[in-house]
């Protein structure tokens, strides 16, 4: 039996929506495993992020050589350093030291250099013995931070003010920083998006 013009005028209507859903279903699950890409697949990271993260490393004595990996130009393969995987820009710094006390952490200064990583807002320094200095007031001038870790560091000295600054930040840890100390902690009250605290 012949088919009308209405009836194949229906069925490429059909054969057409079947096509579009599948392209659209192809299209998703690209897109979906975009954001977990290889890393070889992963962006070079941005030069002059590379150049604040060498100069902060000179500033660091590294007695166990933890961070050997920082040569090459892709600072997102170097330890501790962390990439968006769309953009090549640094958004995560984790240089936790060891807490066995082994006495392989990091020391040292902590260089201003840091403020050239624009889109940084995860921070952890935790673990490491800066025993010879104050908690940087530049680091109150990381308004994306919003996650900060300190914790067990040694620091000494007034922990600055300018961390009220941080108001995205989420996380804040100073514990176990026992030669720091605050004359005033109204700053706190400016870290309007605060979900964990320890000042222990």
Not at 56 to 65: E, I, Q, V
Request: hydrophobic share 40%.
């Amino acid at each position: 039996m012949a088919k009308s013009p209405m009836d194949t005028l229906q069925l490429s209507y059909i054969q057409i929506a079947i096509a579009f859903l599948l392209f659209a279903q192809a299209k998703s699950t690209t897109e979906g495993t975009s954001a977990l890409l290889p890393n070889e697949a992963i962006p070079s990271c941005v030069a002059g992020e590379k150049s604040a993260l060498l100069a902060f490393r000179a500033g660091l004595s590294d007695p166990a050589n933890l961070l050997s990996s920082w040569k090459g130009d892709d600072c997102c393969r170097w330890k501790g350093v962390y990439c968006s995987n769309r953009t090549g820009h640094v958004v995560k710094l984790d240089l936790r030291g060891p807490e066995d006390g082994s006495g392989q952490a990091l020391s040292g200064n902590i260089s201003s250099s840091l403020l050239g990583l624009h889109h940084l807002p995860y921070l952890d320094l935790s673990w490491n013995s800066f025993d010879k200095i104050q908690i940087p007031e530049f680091m109150g001038s990381r308004y994306k931070l919003r996650y900060l870790d300190l914790s067990a560091s040694l620091f000494i000295g007034r922990i600055p003010p300018q961390l009220g600054n941080l108001s995205n930040l989420q996380y804040l840890n100073l514990a176990g920083t026992d030669g720091t100390y605050s004359m005033d902690i109204t700053w706190l009250s400016h870290l309007t998006s605060l979900e964990h605290l320890d000042l222990s």
